[in-house]
């Protein structure tokens, strides 16, 4: 592992176009090699997609992963390039948005899974004190280099799902930016079934509780991959969120999120399993 990490650093050195390519090569090969992931992601496409055709499918999943290549690639220089490249690379656009969410108050900043949020958070802490949920790597070697490389500016708080609600609340009160990324599926708990694509997902309830519980404003952050890096937009603050109902709050998010995937659908992570969890009584499709 300690090769691998300084393997990637060297490569973190080579112009970003080469490193583009080379994550198509890489990509390529993975999409080949790796069964089980490119299964689940035809899967979720065959759920969320049904009138596409088998070939559609397979050529959006070779995009897929090959931009989840290219962004593992790009790690070599987001842990470790100085600051200034970083900030040549990885591009705020619509920042007013979150300025005038900011000058009324808490803002909680609701990150999609792209394959491109990491850059997103990495730039997000750049510019200010921000927290974000953090899961631990199995590789010791490999959970350092993530923590480092996400600590690198401000101080970032790292947050578990150990923490709970409470501690994600406390951390938002201090003043603390929340860079959230809540739309995976964690099962039945806390979540309600609410169409993703037309498709019934376990949705998560708990962006639209830490709103109410920390009267904070919730202001979409999406981030893009380009030849040239990355572009972190963001959107107009929600107006009259939380409404009270919890899934038409659930619904809300996923239509903002199907349509940020129909803008650039390879980018989203499709390798999740997004509908394992099934309302009683049907069949898990994986």
């Not at 019934?200 to 920390?214: D, F, M």
Request: hydrophobic share 45%; glycine share 6%.
């Amino acid at each position: 592992m300690h090769v691998a990490l300084a393997l990637l650093r060297g490569l973190g050195r080579l112009p970003l176009p080469l490193l583009r390519l080379l994550g198509v090569l890489l990509g390529t090969v993975l999409f080949v090699l790796a069964g089980q992931r490119r299964r689940v992601a035809l899967t979720n496409l065959r759920l969320c997609f049904p009138q596409w055709s088998i070939a559609r499918r397979y050529g959006v999943v070779w995009q897929h992963v090959v931009v989840m290549m290219q962004s593992l690639l790009d790690r070599g220089w987001l842990w470790y390039a100085p600051r200034s490249l970083l900030e040549r690379r990885v591009r705020w656009r619509d920042l007013e948005y979150f300025e005038q969410a900011r000058a009324q108050g808490l803002v909680i900043l609701l990150a999609p899974h792209f394959v491109s949020m990491d850059a997103g958070g990495t730039r997000v802490g750049m510019d200010w004190h921000a927290a974000c949920m953090y899961s631990r790597q199995k590789s010791p070697v490999f959970d350092a280099a993530v923590l480092a490389g996400r600590a690198r500016f401000n101080a970032p708080v790292l947050l578990t799902r150990q923490d709970g609600v409470r501690g994600i609340v406390r951390t938002i009160l201090q003043g603390t930016l929340f860079h959230y990324s809540p739309d995976m599926d964690l099962g039945a708990r806390d979540a309600v079934f609410v169409p993703f694509f037309g498709v019934p997902a376990a949705t998560v309830t708990a962006p639209a509780r830490l709103a109410k519980l920390c009267k904070a404003r919730i202001v979409p952050c999406v981030t893009r991959m380009t030849w040239w890096g990355y572009e972190v937009r963001l959107y107009p603050a929600w107006e009259n969120y939380p409404s009270g109902d919890a899934e038409a709050d659930a619904t809300r998010m996923n239509q903002f999120i199907e349509q940020r995937i129909l803008e650039m659908c390879p980018q989203y992570l499709w390798t999740h399993k997004r509908f394992k969890t099934r309302p009683e009584g049907e069949a898990k499709p994986y």
